[in-house]
């Protein structure tokens, strides 16, 4: 049983940062990716990446967030730049592992002035 945690959510003013990271329980040598859903929306895809470092992201997010990772911690983390109000979304670690998928409590950040 695989556990995902998320920290470093919370208040921050449009065109602010905030760094959210995800330490899971063991290692992970799958794709890992954050997810978000903001209030009455589906939970979407923000941003991937794999073992070897290969990234993807929507494109509302393209060149203001950053995906990384630490094989060795078992850590994956996203860098959140130039926030816009539209950002406000809980967050949501995931991975997929041997066919089931593994979610975090989800994290709340919240871009309002």
């Known amino acids: 049983q695989v556990q995902l945690v998320e920290s470093g959510g919370g208040l921050v003013q449009p065109g602010g940062s905030l760094r959210l990271s995800c330490a899971a329980s063991?290692?992970?040598?799958?794709?890992m990716a954050w997810f978000r859903q903001a209030p009455g929306k589906q939970r979407a895809l923000v941003a991937s990446?794999?073992?070897?470092?290969?990234?993807n992201y929507v494109d509302s997010v393209k060149g203001r967030f950053t995906i990384s990772r630490d094989n060795a911690k078992s850590n994956v983390n996203l860098q959140m730049n130039s926030l816009k109000p539209e950002d406000t979304a809980v967050y949501y670690c995931?991975?997929?592992?041997?066919?089931?998928?593994?979610w975090g409590q989800g994290t709340q950040v919240t871009v309002s002035s």
């Open positions: 990446i794999t073992r070897g470092g290969i990234t």
């Open positions: 995931y991975a997929q592992v041997a066919g089931t998928d593994y």
């Open positions: 063991e290692s992970i040598r799958v794709t």
